[in-house]
Nanobody, 114 residues
Framework: QVQLVESGGGLVQAGGSLRLTCAPS????????MGWYRQAPGKQRELVAL???????NYADSVEGRFTIFRDNGKNTVYLQMDSLKPEDTAVYYC????????WGQGTQVTVSS
């Protein structure tokens, strides 16, 4: 069983930045697709960004150009750098990992005030 440990959420003003961090409990990040999803109150969970084991990235249209996902396989960690944050980015952000099945983190709250 893989556990994903997230950190980095918090409260920030619009236009500010946050960096989320996700560290799997086992060293498989170099052979797995990882990413971030988010869920706002009353809405379905949606994809934010994914990164494959060879570094190919995919972003939701709503965050393209503002968010950057990257991974450090040596540190067994994936990051989500969030810049130019907007109030509509407010949500619980979940780390995601695929390795034969889906794994999810416990979620970290991101709140952007206007």
């Amino acid at each position: 069983q893989v556990q994903l440990v997230e950190s980095g959420g918090g409260l920030v003003q619009a236009g500010g930045s946050l960096r989320l961090t996700c560290a799997p409990s086992t060293s498989i990040s170099s052979i797995a697709t990882m990413g971030w999803y988010r869920q706002a109150p009353g809405k379905q969970r949606e994809l934010v960004a994914l990164i494959t084991k060879i570094g190919i990235t995919n972003y939701a249209d709503s965050v393209e150009g503002r968010f950057t996902i990257f991974r450090d396989n040596g540190k067994n960690t994936v990051y989500l750098q969030m810049d130019s944050l907007k109030p509509e980015d407010t949500a619980v952000y979940y780390c995601y990992l695929y390795y034969y099945t889906d794994y999810w983190g416990q979620g970290t709250q991101v709140t952007v005030s206007s």
